[in-house]
């Protein structure tokens, strides 16, 4: 076996788990509405478990109705009537040996008032996230003991609802989190002040659950290792946290990290590493001797394989792995770690659930929406079906149709499969993006998909196939204003920059947009030892772009000096200069420059669309070809349509 220490057998207390896989909380919400488990989180539960995961922890799960409200539509243990409908998700499950723990979950300070029906957000202590911007009302003594209670209810309706054991979420700067650091509890009662105090909130959950559940139903608790805010806890405390906690008999501690405030440390964008934070966990298990799960953006099985190695954790936590391939247990198990969907860190998932949304994945359209889309129909009886374009929606077109038995032949102009995701892996940091092309391509190759690279589709060319159907995935093509002196030889697109056909080194550089698309390209320029400066027609940056990649982002490109200006339109191209105006006072202001790459966003690329549809029938446009935007909308758009050709 290639993995040994990732599908060797553990303990958690008395619990046996089947590897070292765990699946760890992340919010769903495709709960009901009354908190109970739906046939959608069952079966979103039930697939990774079947993939090979040894334990699955919920998604943060409810234990309070009136201030602990996390995300609409969220998993509750409140009340009695929830156990029939939780019995049903623990039994899914368990059919594949899989164990389930759930996590109980109090959002504290970090919840909106308009979650809680306009009532005022609580806290330890009357202290503003400033992530949420709300004032929390500081919590009574006897609200806390009440609450004490709520949790300690929750893990009995668990218990008796057959999940193996419970975690509490003491981390991401959430309720517990918020008594246990000394920058969110500022209390003056038994609740607060001294370390032992900060420490009770927690412990009387503790002590309360080993009464009520018994000292062989398992805890975990979620700490964080840093929660990398000023005055908050750091390795040095969070070591502290963990030996006291194995003192009073938990039964394994899951590392993590950040707060809403630095919020890029819990879910991190494309840039963070595999191991970032390796250290925080190995320094915890080296002060205990209960087992330590840690999460640290894994992503690959020989990175997991290596974290158990070298002892730096007992359970690797994989997360948005598993969102992007369910399989992911079983491909390293049987060899096909090659065709594991890589998560590409876009931050899609959490985006949707931060604002109000369930959960969906960018590079694996099934979930959350697995029971709508169950095994596919081999209904395909070898009929041929073309696919022009080999960007990811065709790619997934692709892998559909051959599951369906169809016999698919992907035409692809270029000489390697990708399209403009294939570009975007080039700048810095972005490698992530080329291992899920890759994935793809090796999947596609496993089922044998005719793949014709550096092939223009044409009509002849289609006649002499006579499709069943054809997929037109074409992508789409830059935008490219109507101003003077636009086709200038000192004039590219970002895609020719990207595509590194033209090697710019040592020139004064203007990018004109400033997306992700033109921010990126401007550090991929920067790093080749060229002087940019990025222009933006409107008053911030990258507007509209998901304030965590611009998090990630942002301060990278003002540590390398690359100068952003806002409020700039280009309105005119000159040989060694461009002109700007300048959205406020309307007046030109000229920009030495040796040369000049657009960044203004794409349009679909549809000039086969009317050719193709004037001679075959059976036509579907997916991607960018249908209308532009994300990799989570290409492949969304290509997955629905395939499925149901």
């Given at each position: 076996m290639k993995y040994k220490k990732l599908f060797s057998e553990g303990m958690i207390g008395n619990l046996k788990l089947k590897n070292r896989i765990v699946m760890p909380a992340m919010g769903t919400s495709l709960a009901t509405s009354?908190?109970?488990?739906?046939?959608?989180?069952?079966?979103?539960?039930?697939?990774?478990?079947?993939?090979?995961?040894?334990?699955?922890?919920?998604?943060?799960?409810?234990?309070?109705?009136?201030?602990?409200?996390?995300?609409?539509?969220?998993?509750?243990?409140?009340?009695?009537?929830?156990?029939?409908?939780?019995?049903?998700?623990?039994?899914?499950?368990?059919?594949?040996?899989?164990?389930?723990?759930?996590?109980?979950?109090?959002?504290?300070?970090?919840?909106?008032?308009?979650?809680?029906?306009?009532?005022?957000?609580?806290?330890?202590?009357?202290?503003?996230?400033?992530?949420?911007?709300?004032?929390?009302?500081?919590?009574?003594?006897?609200?806390?003991?009440?609450?004490?209670?709520?949790?300690?209810?929750?893990?009995?309706?668990?218990?008796?609802?057959?999940?193996?054991?419970?975690?509490?979420?003491?981390?991401?700067g959430y309720l517990i989190c918020q008594f246990l650091s000394p920058a969110t509890n500022k209390r003056t009662d038994k609740y607060g002040g001294t370390f032992m105090n900060r420490m009770r909130f927690l412990t009387e959950i503790i002590m309360g659950i080993r009464h009520i559940c018994g000292k062989d139903f398992p805890i975990s608790v979620r700490i964080d290792g840093d929660e990398f805010i000023e005055g908050g806890i750091d390795i040095n405390e969070s070591i502290k946290i963990a030996r006291y906690l194995e003192s009073i008999g938990i039964d394994a501690i899951n590392v993590s990290s950040g707060t809403y405030e630095s919020s890029i440390t819990i879910i991190e964008p494309v840039s963070y590493k595999e191991g970032w934070k390796k250290h925080l966990s190995q320094s915890i298990k080296e002060n205990i001797k209960i087992p330590v799960i840690a999460c640290d953006s894994i992503k690959r099985p020989e990175i997991a394989e290596n974290l158990l190695e070298t002892n730096n954790l007992d359970f690797v936590a994989l997360g948005r792995a598993q969102l992007a391939d369910p399989e992911w247990g079983n491909k390293a198990l049987n060899g096909k770690e090659d065709q594991i969907r890589s998560c590409i860190s876009c931050l899609k998932c959490i985006e949707l659930i931060m604002n109000g949304k369930r959960i969906e994945c960018a590079v694996n359209p099934r979930v959350g929406m697995e029971i709508d889309f169950e095994e596919f129909k081999k209904d395909g009886d070898q009929r041929k079906v073309v696919i022009i374009g080999g960007g990811p929606a065709g790619m997934q077109a692709g892998i559909n149709l051959a599951k369906r038995n169809f016999t698919p032949i992907i035409f692809e102009k270029e000489d390697h499969l990708g399209g403009s995701v294939f570009l975007g892996s080039k700048p810095p940091m972005k490698e992530k993006l080329k291992w899920f092309i890759d994935n793809m391509e090796n999947e596609l190759k496993d089922l044998n998909v005719d793949i014709r690279l550096n092939t223009k589709a044409n009509i002849d060319l289609l006649k002499n196939i006579n499709p069943y159907a054809i997929f037109i995935a074409t992508g789409a093509k830059p935008i490219i204003p109507n101003i003077e002196g636009i086709n200038s030889k000192n004039v590219y697109t970002a895609e020719q920059i990207l595509s590194e056909k033209t090697e710019i080194k040592n020139k004064k550089i203007a990018v004109i947009g400033s997306g992700m698309t033109g921010l990126e390209t401007a550090e991929y320029l920067n790093n080749k030892n060229n002087e940019l400066t990025v222009i933006e027609m409107q008053k911030d940056i990258a507007p509209g772009t998901y304030l965590p990649n611009l998090m990630d982002i942002l301060p990278r490109i003002k540590k390398e000096k690359i100068n952003l200006l806002t409020s700039k339109k280009l309105v005119k191209i000159n040989e060694n200069s461009i002109e700007l105006m300048n959205m406020n006072t309307k007046k030109i202001e000229i920009l030495e420059t040796d040369l000049i790459v657009l960044s203004l966003g794409v349009q679909s690329n549809i000039e086969i669309v009317e050719e193709i549809k004037e001679s075959f029938k059976n036509i579907k446009i997916i991607g960018d070809v249908e209308k532009p935007g994300r990799i989570f909308d290409a492949m969304r758009s290509s997955f629905d349509k395939s499925y149901v050709l």
């Open positions: 009354t908190g109970e488990a739906s046939d959608e989180i069952i079966r979103y539960y039930e697939e990774r478990a079947k993939g090979g995961c040894g334990l699955i922890i919920t998604e943060i799960t409810r234990i309070d109705n009136e201030t602990g409200i996390g995300t609409p539509n969220q998993l509750c243990v409140t009340d009695s009537y929830q156990i029939p409908r939780l019995q049903k998700l623990t039994r899914a499950v368990h059919k594949y040996d899989t164990k389930i723990f759930t996590q109980l979950h109090h959002p504290g300070r970090q919840a909106h008032s308009s979650s809680l029906n306009g009532k005022q957000i609580v806290g330890p202590s009357p202290i503003a996230s400033k992530a949420i911007g709300e004032i929390p009302r500081e919590l009574e003594t006897l609200e806390v003991e009440n609450l004490v209670k709520k949790f300690i209810k929750g893990a009995k309706i668990s218990q008796l609802s057959g999940f193996d054991g419970i975690e509490l979420h003491g981390a991401h």
